[in-house]
């Protein structure tokens, strides 16, 4: 069996290292492990970086209404997660999604070897008309063999999709069982094993004279019916785990993808990141994800008053912060996944992107306050470049510089401008 697993992990790239697992015996190391340990070099990162610009963590589960982009998130995950290996499990999903996956995922290239992803990819399938002990069974299958790549030294990214369904496998056993049923008729054990299941993920040092050095990211899809999240296998799950994503259908309805709604998705893990992102991007990144996310929970308290009365009530502060939340919104988190550059976006050109946005907020902030008129300023040319700046290569980001620059330099004219006028009143 576990040749069959290993054929389509055939070439692994690390650095300008080529490497090439061999799973002759369960639970033995790969027989070039000490070529390896030569050229693994792991550094203090997140387990899992996406290249999404809202999707950065550890150990965390989806909310999936349907309709809710829930597949090509999965995708991007898969695509452009640090990680060496994905195992995918489909846990009593339709067959059709099973179907997509396996169609899909051999035309998608890992963007570090160029090879089809497939050859990175463990699929277990276990579709809803399967049994349900097997049900039971796919989750623990996909978790004991990403446990089996992680203690060879790989960095593992686990996606099951859906533990619901893993739930409702568990409630039916319980209930032929005979067993003490807990609320909503799952059994009382559910939380149990809902937290043994999460907690396998992690950092680990293996044992053996190499040090090999694995991670398992655990990502788990939760799908609530209607959308409920105080259903019992949505509160075990957000028990347990520390990065919550959640999918929101108005948002997929609106066009905006990846539909993760900002205000209810939540990660633990920003203070232990902290100082990864200190070295890798500045403190400022910090200091601008709050401010960020602070303007867009303004923008949703100040969207009752907008319903009622109109924008046009605001005063030019208020205006000005609904502007800044919908560049946030349509510039930087909005990001099209069939583009060929705006499907990835390194860290150092998220901060690039943010700080654009954030440095425009504080020169019409300043401009206001000497009197500046905010129509003149939200109609400033340099606003279309911020919009277009996603779609930029890596190697061009030299040009976000001049995208700032000539920030500073239209909003002083707007300002000069008014003043000027002022002086003409006056004389």
Not at 27 to 50: F, I, W
Not at 67 to 81: D, E
Not at 99 to 114: A, C, H, I
Not at 180 to 190: H, I, S, V
């Amino acid at each position: 069996m576990w040749h069959i697993l290993a054929e389509g992990i055939s070439k692994l790239h690390k650095g300008d290292a080529e490497i090439v697992p061999r799973l002759s015996n369960v639970g033995s190391c790969p027989q070039d492990a000490e070529q390896r340990a030569g050229h693994l070099e792991l550094d203090r990162r997140p387990l899992l970086v996406a290249g999404t610009r809202n999707l950065q963590g550890l150990r965390g589960c989806f909310r999936l209404p349907f309709g809710s982009g829930k597949t090509v998130t999965q995708h991007q995950l898969a695509k452009w997660a640090d990680a060496e290996i994905i195992v995918y499990v489909g846990c009593g999903e339709r067959g059709n999604e099973m179907t997509d996956v396996l169609n899909e995922f051999p035309e998608l290239k890992d963007p570090k070897s160029g090879e089809p992803l497939m050859k990175r990819t463990v699929l277990i399938a276990n579709t809803s008309d399967m049994p349900v002990a097997a049900r039971e069974a796919s989750i623990y299958t996909g978790i004991t063999i990403a446990e089996y790549f992680r203690d060879m030294g790989y960095s593992v990214a686990l996606m099951a999709d859906s533990t619901s369904r893993w739930a409702e496998a568990l409630r039916e056993i319980s209930g032929r069982l005979e067993e003490m049923p807990g609320e909503e008729g799952y059994p009382a054990y559910l939380g149990s094993r809902v937290a043994e299941f999460y907690e396998r993920s992690g950092r680990v040092i293996c044992l053996g004279k190499d040090n090999r050095e694995g991670a398992l990211t655990a990502v788990g899809a939760v799908s609530p019916p209607g959308g409920d999240l105080s259903e019992p296998v949505s509160q075990n799950t957000l028990r347990i785990v520390k990065v919550f994503w959640g999918l929101d259908a108005a948002l997929a309805y609106r066009r905006h993808f990846p539909a993760i709604n900002w205000l209810l998705s939540y990660s633990l893990y920003t203070d232990v990141f902290d100082d990864y992102y200190r070295e890798k991007v500045g403190g400022a990144w910090i200091e601008m994800r709050g401010e960020s996310m602070r303007i867009l929970q303004e923008e949703a308290d100040l969207e009752e008053i907008v319903r009622l009365v109109g924008v046009d009530a605001l005063g030019t502060k208020e205006r000005l912060t609904l502007e800044t939340a919908r560049s946030l919104r349509e510039d930087f988190l909005h990001q099209n996944s069939f583009h060929e550059i705006d499907t990835y976006a390194s860290l150092q050109k998220q901060f690039k992107m943010m700080e654009l946005i954030m440095l425009f907020h504080h020169e019409c902030q300043r401009a206001l306050e000497r009197g500046a008129d905010l129509g003149e300023l939200l109609n400033l040319p340099v606003r279309d470049q911020i919009a277009r700046a996603r779609y930029l290569e890596e190697s061009r980001m030299d040009e976000l510089d001049r995208i700032a620059e000539t920030i500073r330099e239209q909003v002083a004219m707007v300002v000069a401008a008014g003043d000027e006028e002022d002086e003409q009143l006056f004389v």
